[in-house]
């Protein structure tokens, strides 16, 4: 079974800047869509963005449209959310997850999920 881990986080600025990365380690990461998640304190984790298998397919959240993009790099079996523009409403606890398909990720269905890194952004 896949096994997930988060890095990237950290305290920045609004209208700055970060790049996530979710590298995967056994499994076959190449085959499984990922999600990017997050979640704010007292708030209920909500989807950032989908990228099928083979990248040729994503999703946004409304909220991240035009200032986040998923991507993904199986060769190094890891997965990447670059954020820009960020927001203090952007604050909070990122993972990401696996799905067994793209249909399986629009059901909500992940099924694997990393520790989470935390983003704090400032105003």
């Known amino acids: 079974q896949v096994q997930l881990v988060e890095s990237g986080g950290g305290l920045v600025q609004a209208g700055g800047s970060l790049r996530l990365a979710c590298a995967a380690s056994?499994?076959?990461?190449?085959?499984?869509?990922v999600g990017w998640f997050r979640q704010a304190p007292g708030k209920e984790r909500e989807s950032v963005a989908h990228?099928?298998?083979?990248?040729?397919?994503?999703y946004y959240s409304d909220f991240v449209k035009g200032r986040f993009t998923i991507s993904r790099d199986n060769a190094k079996n890891t997965a990447y959310l670059r954020m820009n523009s960020l927001k203090p409403e952007d604050t909070a606890v990122y993972s990401c997850?696996?799905?067994?398909?793209?249909?399986?990720?629009?059901?909500?269905?992940?099924?694997?999920w990393g520790q989470g890194t935390q983003v704090t952004v400032s105003s």
């Open positions: 056994g499994g076959t990461f190449s085959s499984y869509t």
């Open positions: 990228i099928m298998w083979s990248g040729g397919a994503t």
């Open positions: 997850g696996t799905a067994r398909s793209w249909g399986e990720a629009v059901r909500g269905n992940f099924d694997t």
